[in-house]
């Protein structure tokens, strides 16, 4: 049997919500895994069914960059000791130059991204030079770089470099990408994958794994009830229709106007542009969650 401590419990009450000794119990009952006792609790009713929060680790910044055309965009974090050095606008320009070098190389991982340039400076000599400047241990821990051919990418830095967004636009005008109401709905949309961290742009774009095994928690959350069979599968359909209406991004509340869906502020813009215009992908870094 695994040895369950006070730090285990405390991460499970975080990230589910449950009670001290329900955690402790499912953590029991999951030997120590914590993912497996997130999906005890929620069998039982006792978690939301919301994303599980990645272990915070190191402060630091999120920073995103978009081409000049809109055509490509990047997104690290660059993490460092102290909440202090993350607002220091030295920090901010370091940070700053290392999503240009991931924006005008194309990096394949981190060490190539060490060896790009920029400023006619090798990121790796930045980072050395930024952590004999600020004084704390300066790291990269993440990157990714995007690109559309018909369309552009919008980005959004929430909370100080808290959470960085892209969003990936498809339309077929040239013109659309400078069209203010596009430009405001762009920014929207980027804004509400900030606030309500959606899983997918659409249902079908989910893993087969992923609703597999949302559908066993609410099969069993269903079994609960000691209803009929027949009863117990219109229960769990009914809870997997409320997870892709509050994960799939489409199919969201518009956090603006929550009478009306995302995909229904989407086309309704499209119709005052005179473009089709669809959200074909996203990403959304959250400092210190992986």
């Given at each position: 049997?695994?040895?369950i401590?006070?730090?285990?419990?405390?991460?499970?009450?975080?990230?589910?919500?449950a009670?001290?000794?329900?955690?402790?119990?499912?953590l029991t009952e999951?030997?120590?895994e914590?993912d497996a006792?997130?999906?005890?609790?929620?069998?039982?009713?006792?978690?939301?069914?919301?994303?599980?929060a990645?272990?915070?680790t190191?402060?630091?910044?999120?920073?995103?960059?978009?081409s000049?055309?809109g055509?490509?965009?990047?997104l690290?974090?660059v993490?460092?000791?102290?909440d202090?050095?993350?607002?220091?606008d030295?920090f901010?320009?370091?940070?700053?130059?290392v999503?240009?070098?991931?924006?005008e190389?194309?990096?394949?991982?981190?060490?190539a991204?060490?060896?790009?340039?920029?400023?006619?400076q090798?990121v790796?000599?930045?980072?050395?030079?930024a952590?004999?400047?600020?004084g704390?241990?300066?790291?990269?821990?993440r990157?990714?770089?995007r690109?559309v051919?018909?369309?552009?990418?919008?980005?959004y830095i929430?909370?100080g470099?808290?959470?960085?967004?892209?969003?990936?636009?498809?339309?077929?005008?040239?013109?659309?990408?400078?069209?203010?109401d596009?430009?405001?709905?762009?920014?929207?949309?980027?804004?509400q994958?900030a606030?309500?961290?959606?899983?997918?742009?659409?249902?079908?774009?989910?893993?087969s794994?992923?609703?597999?095994h949302?559908?066993?928690?609410y099969?069993?959350?269903?079994?609960e009830?000691?209803?009929?069979?027949?009863?117990?599968?219109?229960?769990?359909?009914?809870?997997?229709e409320k997870?892709?209406?509050e994960?799939?991004?489409?199919?969201?509340a518009?956090?603006?106007?929550p009478?009306?869906?995302v995909r229904?502020?989407?086309?309704?813009?499209s119709?005052?542009?005179?473009?089709?215009?669809?959200?074909?992908?996203f990403?959304?870094?959250?400092l210190?969650q992986?």
């Amino acid at each position: 049997m695994a040895d369950i401590t006070a730090a285990m419990v405390k991460e499970l009450r975080e990230m589910t919500g449950a009670g001290m000794m329900e955690c402790k119990k499912a953590l029991t009952e999951a030997e120590g895994e914590i993912d497996a006792a997130v999906d005890v609790l929620r069998t039982r009713g006792l978690a939301a069914a919301a994303k599980k929060a990645g272990r915070e680790t190191n402060e630091g910044v999120v920073a995103a960059l978009v081409s000049e055309d809109g055509k490509s965009a990047a997104l690290v974090e660059v993490n460092c000791e102290t909440d202090f050095v993350s607002r220091n606008d030295v920090f901010g320009g370091y940070a700053a130059k290392v999503v240009q070098a991931v924006l005008e190389s194309d990096p394949a991982d981190v060490d190539a991204l060490k060896a790009a340039v920029v400023d006619g400076q090798s990121v790796e000599e930045l980072i050395t030079e930024a952590i004999h400047t600020i004084g704390e241990n300066i790291q990269i821990s993440r990157f990714i770089r995007r690109s559309v051919e018909a369309g552009t990418i919008s980005s959004y830095i929430h909370g100080g470099g808290r959470i960085g967004v892209l969003v990936l636009f498809c339309f077929k005008s040239t013109e659309t990408a400078a069209n203010d109401d596009f430009k405001a709905m762009a920014k929207d949309i980027a804004m509400q994958v900030a606030a309500s961290c959606p899983g997918a742009v659409c249902r079908d774009d989910f893993d087969s794994e992923v609703v597999s095994h949302e559908m066993d928690i609410y099969r069993a959350q269903a079994a609960e009830s000691g209803k009929p069979e027949a009863i117990q599968e219109k229960m769990a359909l009914g809870r997997m229709e409320k997870f892709y209406k509050e994960s799939a991004l489409v199919e969201q509340a518009f956090i603006k106007d929550p009478d009306k869906t995302v995909r229904a502020y989407i086309e309704g813009v499209s119709k005052i542009v005179g473009d089709e215009i669809t959200v074909v992908g996203f990403d959304r870094f959250v400092l210190g969650q992986a």
